[in-house]
């Protein structure tokens, strides 16, 4: 079997023994793990049930980082179905979730949520005014650039970007979240 089943079928074992032993704390990573596999794997029927799984155990727990992801997952699945106020919804909802508790990184994945939004609905343009090719990559997320000037066709962009990543000392970067 290919890594993606046995990764399955581990996540899915470990999420039958806590509900055995009822621990739901450990049942809601398994099924956030068996989400993210499934997902990554193709498999949307397996993900649907991950997510159920994750949306049960989130709202059994009542904490914030498990309703945070299993917000993450619904919002992706809106936008796989080509629900784009849907996923524009929860997008701004597990914003509000992650800057409530405190995480520093729910504003990046939210950013990248409404990339994938406006790109799919044709509302990019409005960056275009903002961007020169010529913007300073500090405090920056330069493959977030890349990819705002690849799709608007900002050419000079693309290419001080690309630059700027090739010249980049990746191994000193690989723990960083934004990378």
């Known amino acids: 079997p290919d890594l993606a089943t046995i990764q399955l ?6 999420a039958h023994l806590c509900t055995e032993a009822g621990d739901r704390e450990i049942f809601s990573v398994a099924s956030f793990h068996r989400a ?41 699945r809106a936008f ?16 509000q979730l ?16 409404m990339f994938m939004i406006h790109r799919e609905t044709g509302r990019l343009d409005v960056a275009r005014r903002h961007l020169t090719g010529r913007e300073t990559f500090a405090g920056r997320w330069p493959a977030g650039l890349l990819a705002l000037y690849t799709e608007l066709g900002v050419t000079e962009g693309v290419r001080r970007t690309l630059r700027h990543l090739l ?13």
């Open 98 to 113: 992650g800057q409530a508790f405190g995480v520093d990184s729910t504003d990046g994945s939210y950013g990248v949520q």
């Open 167 to 179: 010249d980049t000392n990746f191994a000193g970067r690989i723990t960083d979240a934004q990378w």
């Open 36 to 76: 993210i596999v499934s997902y990554l794997a193709g498999r949307p029927d397996d993900l649907v049930e991950a997510m159920t799984d994750l949306h049960r155990a989130a709202e059994s727990l009542g904490q914030p980082w498990h309703t945070y992801f299993a917000g993450c997952l619904a919002q992706g």
């Open 80 to 95: 796989c179905q080509g629900d784009y106020a849907q996923a524009e919804q929860r997008a701004a909802a597990t914003l």
């Open 9 to 14: 079928a581990r996540s899915t074992e470990l």
